[in-house]
């Protein structure tokens, strides 16, 4: 799978995860910081504007029918999909006999959703509700929103919405680049979600969580930030008093690498709420 994924992707996504996997001085992770305050002083931030305006310009081009869909900005011309993430979906549906009410926290402009809707279609009815930043939410909301998506500033107030009642909530290369993961795992562990999805979260193989700097290329857009690199079983710790873990799977465009010495690797979850 991982070789049919490298021989597909553009040559730009190629030289960024080499860059990740052996970074230069330019760009990828770097560092191990006592505290999260300390990392984000040496970083511009997810709020940049450069950032909004990327995103922005690129899901209009898939909007146009110029692109199939974005990732970070970054456009990609054929079908990509996961089928273990697609999997996780397809139990998800069929714990609600066949509708798919998703929130997706952290999910930019719907990369997820536009990726991979026409799979996600096959199961029957589906409604996809992003969380995300107040100046995502405003462009989100005038420009791409549907019968599908939608677009929220917080999980409450996507959970309140009339005629949708999500039921599932993914969690996609987005903990590790909140300031105390743990305390919103905590929270949404109240939320009684039936089902949780985790792709793309960073680990390593190192006794604690590591926090880093990454450096985006700039020919994503340019912007650096804070994220945790988590040890594993912590990390399913902190799920384990309300949810049991259904399967776990590799992400599908992520290679292993290394941060300071240590193997990291990027894979996900499919939780299922405790009775």
């Not at 692109?67 to 609600?96: C, I, M, N, P, T």
């Not at 029957?124 to 969380?131: A, R």
């Not at 985790?198 to 912007?223: L, N």
């Not at 690498?257 to 709420?273: I, Q």
Request: neutral net charge; glycine residues 6%.
């Amino acid at each position: 799978m991982k070789a049919m994924v490298r021989k597909i992707l553009p040559a730009s996504i190629k030289k960024w995860i080499k860059g990740i996997l052996r970074p230069t001085a330019k760009y990828g992770w770097f560092g191990d910081y006592s505290s999260w305050e300390e990392a984000r002083k040496q970083c511009s931030g997810y709020d940049h504007s450069a950032i909004l305006e990327k995103v922005v310009a690129s899901t209009r081009a898939v909007k146009n029918g110029e692109a199939l869909f974005e990732r970070d900005s970054v456009l990609f011309y054929e079908e990509h999909y996961s089928e273990s993430l697609l999997q996780a979906f397809k139990y998800a549906a069929e714990q609600k006999q066949g509708d798919l009410f998703v929130v997706d926290f952290g999910g930019a402009l719907g990369s997820t959703w536009m990726q991979n809707k026409k799979r996600l279609l096959e199961f029957g009815t589906c409604k996809w509700s992003v969380v995300e930043q107040e100046h995502f939410v405003e462009v989100g909301s005038r420009e791409f929103s549907d019968d599908h998506l939608s677009f929220y500033p917080d999980i409450q107030r996507a959970l309140s919405e009339p005629g949708r009642n999500p039921h599932v909530l993914l969690l996609s290369s987005v903990l590790q680049y909140l300031e105390d993961p743990f305390q919103f795992i905590a929270f949404v562990c109240t939320l009684n979600f039936p089902v949780i999805i985790i792709d793309r979260t960073a680990f390593i193989e190192s006794p604690r969580d590591v926090i880093s700097m990454q450096i985006v290329p700039e020919f994503v857009y340019k912007a650096s930030y804070p994220t945790w690199f988590f040890n594993e079983g912590k990390f399913v710790k902190a799920f384990s008093s309300q949810y049991e873990v259904i399967s776990d799977f590799p992400s599908a465009f992520d290679d292993d690498g290394e941060l300071n010495g240590k193997r990291v690797y990027r894979k996900g979850f499919l939780l299922k709420r405790k009775s």
